[in-house]
């Protein structure tokens, strides 16, 4: 973790592995909601990007489904 504001913001580098992405979660509070922006960095270059390309989709993809089970989770009734 590189950043952290209790409730507005949370942002994130990776250390380890063969693609190391940097990762921000922002919120922001709105009438009955929040809005969440996630944003990622997973520079990729010459033959990271020709074999990991697919592989750092998959995990950004699964970020966002991570949001949305967050979102879906948090809005149901208790």
């Known amino acids: 973790m590189t950043a952290y504001e209790p409730d507005t913001h949370l942002a994130f ?3 380890a592995g063969p693609v190391r992405p940097r990762g921000d979660h922002t919120f922001h509070s709105t009438d009955n909601s ?5 944003t990622v960095d997973a520079p990729l270059t010459g033959l990271k ?9 998959k995990t ?3 970020e966002v489904a991570c949001l949305d089970r967050a979102k879906s989770v948090l809005e149901s009734p208790s």
């Open 13 to 15: 580098r990776t250390i």
């Open 60 to 62: 950004m993809d699964a």
């Open 34 to 38: 929040t809005e969440v922006t996630f």
């Open 49 to 57: 990007k020709l074999f990991m390309g697919n592989a750092v989709q």
